[in-house]
């Protein structure tokens, strides 16, 4: 290997891309807009669910149950219902998932048997929010009752006491605000640089088949690895820097938490790339169109880095066949690996799976890149 | 390399894409310091040859020698030693003349001391001197031809395999760049062209003529005109041409006619005591018997256009002659 061979390729590799504008914007916007759209647009909380009340009573203590459903900040009053019908018609046209009816005897229930039922109607088309609602719904009665508890001990000057209650005080480690984006944010991460690295060196090799300079370029000494080694060092300092981006504006945009350390970052990002950077270039060398090569690439990164990374739907809860495929999907490791950093502080030690995953890769990529490409024109 | 020592030979050079021959047992022999024309129609296999010598494609069968080292097994060292020119121009349009030659520069290892210098020369050679900063896109097919010629010479390679370098380029152009060659060779680099311009011909040293992946003739332009047509050409102006194109080629002892501007050129064989050819003047009375409006036929010195047109001609309009 030359290493003046190798500088001339990534020299002559780094002036194509600044007067590439279709390079320049996969290195440099795509992470942008990706960071945006993503970072904003995936959240799996649900805030505020559209809530319709039929409220068939209409008194005092009727109304101070919505208020505290509505004050509970986790439901948004979106329409009052006044006919049964209604509910069923509120639901089909998408006004509210959620139906709260009061009946018409409730407070004469609440004064007479000390409780009494209202009923919640959830569109559960779908699952994951219908869960959440419920937890919700659940959660603001329970506030509901206690006020009304407390209201009813003071108005017959008894001491609100507990009696038998068994209080739950939930702690909730590594995320404490519950805040789904922390835990969504380090996989777009990953995402993004899965999609931008690989669509960037898609379009190294067959660049140079399309545009008919292939020909003289491997009729010069060069070998296989220098084109490699040359061709991926420029893209690798655009990967970089694109990771910088993306990492920084988690921290200090979206304000994820980041309890690791610089160096397990450092290590385990320059492994990814490695990863991302060589399919791209393994796509690149085997189809010899840069539309064709830049469409396998996306197909590669995209689907498998967003449905089996673990980024939005969470490995463990996948049946056992899934879970085994994704060991094959190397965004799953640098997911979890950036969770760890990110969330829990974690170090090589405590992810040597996920490195030891990621490692292999890399190993396996740069082999096969390095004898994919054949200096021959059939 | 001493002038006239061999520096590239090929062996049964064959090669096929799938049941299609490209190059149909080829042998060579290029002596060090000559430009040989390689010459034929288009699809006679020219590229592939050349391809195959610079190791860009591997042979099907046969082997050959490229400046003393196998294109098979010594391919890389094939390369260090050639300079390259592919038919379809192929540097970077989107870098400048000064960056293509620095990249390839780096590509062949020329030594740092020696860049700047050898640099220079190719732009001089180009004639580039003040457009060193042009991209390539803007410059026009003289000068981008002239460029690849600079970049495929830059580590000073003792053979030279230029595809049809010229085509595509206007006539002044052509001119120079045959210059240039001819500056090469006197250097003693060994130089492979080949050409679909048959006035390029009388340009070369030797001339390899190719037809349907087989090789021909080889010999220099006065050669091939002095032995390879097979008779007497004469020149004929008659009216109308097709009838007496038709005609011409039926009548024995007829070794090729074809179509010359406004005259025929008709190859008649010499006169030998067992065949039943006809003289020239026997062909005029002929044609003017069947109608044709028929001059006086001249004997004419053969171009080689009309040695290539006797040996390069379709199977369909091969004629059986003795």
Same mark, same amino acid.
């Given at each position: 290997?030359?290493?003046?061979?190798?500088?001339?390729?990534?020299?002559?590799?780094?002036?194509?891309?600044?007067?590439?504008?279709?390079?320049?914007?996969?290195?440099?916007?795509?992470?942008?807009?990706?960071?945006?759209?993503?970072?904003?647009?995936?959240?799996?909380?649900?805030?505020?669910?559209?809530?319709?009340?039929?409220?068939?009573?209409?008194?005092?203590?009727?109304?101070?149950?919505?208020?505290?459903?509505?004050?509970?900040?986790?439901?948004?009053?979106?329409?009052?219902?006044?006919?049964?019908?209604?509910?069923?018609?509120?639901?089909?046209?998408?006004?509210?998932?959620?139906?709260?009816?009061?009946?018409?005897?409730?407070?004469?229930?609440?004064?007479?048997?000390?409780?009494?039922?209202?009923?919640?109607?959830?569109?559960?088309?779908?699952?994951?929010?219908?869960?959440?609602?419920?937890?919700?719904?659940?959660?603001?009665?329970?506030?509901?009752?206690?006020?009304?508890?407390?209201?009813?001990?003071?108005?017959?000057?008894?001491?609100?006491?507990?009696?038998?209650?068994?209080?739950?005080?939930?702690?909730?480690?590594?995320?404490?605000?519950?805040?789904? +984006?922390?835990?969504?944010?380090?996989?777009?991460?990953?995402?993004?640089?899965? !999609?931008?690295?690989?669509?960037?060196?898609?379009?190294?090799?067959?660049?140079?088949?399309?545009?008919?300079?292939?020909?003289?370029?491997?009729?010069?000494?060069?070998?296989?690895?220098?084109?490699?080694?040359?061709?991926?060092?420029?893209?690798?300092?655009?990967?970089?820097?694109?990771?910088?981006?993306?990492?920084?504006?988690?921290?200090?945009?979206?304000?994820?938490?980041?309890?690791?350390?610089?160096?397990?970052?450092?290590?385990?990002?320059?492994?990814?790339?490695?990863?991302?950077?060589?399919?791209?270039?393994?796509?690149?060398?085997?189809?010899?169109?840069?539309?064709?090569?830049?469409?396998?690439?996306?197909?590669?990164?995209?689907?498998?880095?967003?449905? !089996?990374?673990?980024?939005?739907?969470?490995?463990?809860?996948?049946?056992?066949?899934?879970?085994?495929?994704?060991?094959?999907?190397?965004?799953?490791?640098?997911?979890?690996?950036?969770?760890?950093?990110?969330?829990?502080?974690?170090?090589?030690?405590?992810?040597?799976?996920?490195?030891?995953?990621?490692?292999?890769?890399?190993?396996?990529? !740069?082999?096969?890149?390095?004898?994919?490409? +054949?200096?021959?024109?059939? | 390399?001493?002038?006239?020592?061999?520096?590239?030979?090929?062996?049964?050079?064959?090669?096929?894409?799938?049941?299609?021959?490209?190059?149909?047992?080829?042998?060579?022999?290029?002596?060090?310091?000559?430009?040989?024309?390689?010459?034929?129609?288009?699809? #006679?296999?020219?590229?592939?040859?050349?391809?195959?010598?610079?190791?860009?494609?591997?042979?099907?069968?046969?082997?050959?020698?490229?400046?003393?080292?196998?294109?098979?097994?010594?391919?890389?060292?094939?390369?260090?030693?050639?300079?390259?020119?592919?038919?379809?121009?192929?540097?970077?349009?989107?870098?400048?003349?000064?960056?293509?030659?620095?990249?390839?520069?780096?590509?062949?290892?020329?030594?740092?001391?020696?860049?700047?210098?050898?640099?220079?020369?190719?732009?001089?050679? #180009?004639?580039?001197?003040?457009?060193?900063?042009?991209?390539?896109?803007?410059?026009?097919?003289?000068?981008?031809?002239?460029?690849?010629?600079?970049?495929?010479?830059?580590?000073?390679?003792?053979?030279?395999?230029?595809?049809?370098?010229?085509?595509?380029?206007?006539?002044?152009?052509?001119?120079?760049?045959?210059?240039?060659?001819?500056?090469?060779?006197?250097?003693?680099?060994?130089?492979?062209?080949?050409?679909?311009?048959?006035?390029?011909?009388?340009?070369?040293?030797?001339?390899?003529?190719?037809?349907?992946?087989?090789?021909?003739?080889?010999?220099?332009?006065?050669?091939?005109?002095?032995?390879?047509?097979?008779?007497?050409?004469?020149?004929?102006?008659?009216?109308?041409?097709?009838?007496?194109?038709?005609?011409?080629?039926?009548?024995?002892?007829?070794?090729?006619?074809?179509?010359?501007?406004?005259?025929?050129?008709?190859?008649?064989?010499?006169?030998?005591?067992?065949?039943?050819?006809?003289?020239?003047?026997?062909?005029?009375?002929?044609?003017?018997?069947?109608?044709?409006?028929?001059?006086?036929?001249?004997?004419?010195?053969?171009?080689?256009?009309?040695?290539?047109?006797?040996?390069?001609?379709?199977?369909?309009?091969?004629?059986?002659?003795?």
């Amino acid at each position: 290997m030359n290493l003046r061979r190798l500088f001339a390729l990534a020299w002559k590799e780094s002036l194509q891309i600044w007067r590439d504008p279709r390079s320049l914007a996969i290195a440099l916007l795509m992470p942008l807009m990706q960071m945006g759209i993503l970072g904003y647009g995936v959240s799996l909380d649900i805030k505020r669910v559209p809530l319709c009340v039929f409220d068939q009573e209409n008194s005092q203590q009727s109304r101070a149950m919505v208020n505290s459903f509505v004050a509970s900040g986790w439901f948004r009053l979106s329409r009052r219902l006044v006919r049964d019908d209604d509910v069923r018609d509120a639901m089909d046209r998408g006004s509210c998932s959620a139906a709260l009816v009061i009946p018409v005897d409730f407070s004469r229930r609440l004064s007479q048997h000390g409780s009494a039922a209202v009923q919640a109607i959830f569109d559960a088309t779908d699952v994951n929010t219908t869960n959440i609602a419920l937890g919700y719904a659940q959660g603001a009665l329970a506030l509901a009752s206690q006020q009304m508890y407390a209201r009813w001990a003071a108005a017959h000057g008894v001491a609100a006491t507990r009696v038998g209650q068994v209080d739950l005080e939930p702690g909730t480690w590594f995320n404490e605000t519950l805040d789904s +984006r922390n835990f969504i944010i380090p996989g777009v991460v990953a995402v993004i640089l899965a !999609l931008v690295g690989a669509q960037l060196t898609s379009l190294t090799i067959s660049r140079e088949w399309e545009r008919g300079t292939m020909e003289q370029l491997i009729s010069t000494p060069v070998t296989a690895l220098e084109v490699m080694l040359g061709k991926l060092l420029p893209y690798f300092a655009i990967g970089m820097l694109d990771a910088g981006f993306c990492l920084a504006t988690a921290v200090f945009w979206f304000h994820v938490p980041f309890r690791g350390d610089l160096f397990t970052l450092l290590i385990t990002t320059l492994l990814f790339l490695v990863v991302v950077l060589g399919i791209g270039y393994l796509i690149s060398v085997r189809i010899r169109s840069q539309l064709g090569a830049s469409q396998v690439a996306l197909l590669l990164t995209m689907l498998p880095a967003n449905l !089996l990374s673990g980024y939005t739907f969470p490995i463990d809860q996948m049946p056992g066949a899934i879970q085994t495929l994704s060991l094959v999907v190397y965004a799953r490791y640098y997911v979890s690996i950036l969770r760890g950093v990110f969330l829990k502080g974690s170090t090589i030690d405590d992810l040597w799976f996920p490195i030891a995953g990621l490692s292999l890769y890399a190993l396996l990529i !740069l082999w096969l890149a390095a004898r994919a490409f +054949r200096k021959r024109l059939d | 390399m001493n002038a006239g020592a061999p520096v590239m030979g090929g062996e049964g050079l064959t090669r096929r894409f799938g049941d299609f021959v490209a190059v149909d047992r080829l042998d060579l022999n290029i002596l060090s310091g000559e430009v040989v024309g390689f010459l034929g129609p288009n699809g #006679a296999g020219k590229s592939t040859t050349i391809r195959m010598l610079c190791g860009l494609l591997l042979p099907s069968a046969g082997s050959a020698r490229v400046a003393g080292y196998d294109i098979r097994t010594q391919a890389e060292a094939v390369r260090e030693h050639i300079g390259y020119m592919s038919q379809r121009f192929s540097l970077y349009n989107d870098m400048t003349v000064r960056e293509n030659l620095r990249f390839f520069a780096g590509m062949y290892r020329v030594a740092r001391s020696e860049r700047a210098q050898r640099m220079k020369f190719a732009i001089r050679m #180009a004639g580039l001197e003040g457009r060193e900063n042009a991209l390539v896109r803007t410059l026009a097919g003289g000068w981008k031809q002239r460029l690849a010629l600079g970049c495929a010479i830059l580590h000073r390679p003792p053979v030279l395999f230029l595809d049809e370098p010229t085509s595509g380029v206007e006539p002044e152009a052509r001119r120079r760049f045959w210059d240039l060659i001819h500056d090469l060779a006197a250097q003693g680099v060994t130089t492979l062209v080949s050409t679909h311009y048959m006035d390029e011909a009388e340009y070369c040293n030797r001339i390899a003529l190719i037809d349907r992946g087989r090789l021909v003739a080889m010999g220099s332009p006065r050669e091939l005109r002095a032995h390879e047509l097979g008779g007497t050409l004469y020149a004929l102006r008659c009216q109308p041409l097709g009838a007496a194109l038709q005609l011409t080629l039926t009548q024995p002892g007829v070794v090729e006619a074809a179509i010359f501007g406004d005259r025929l050129h008709v190859v008649l064989a010499p006169p030998g005591p067992e065949s039943a050819s006809i003289t020239a003047d026997e062909l005029i009375i002929r044609l003017r018997q069947a109608g044709v409006d028929a001059g006086q036929a001249h004997p004419v010195s053969p171009s080689l256009e009309d040695v290539f047109i006797r040996l390069v001609s379709p199977p369909h309009q091969n004629r059986n002659h003795p």
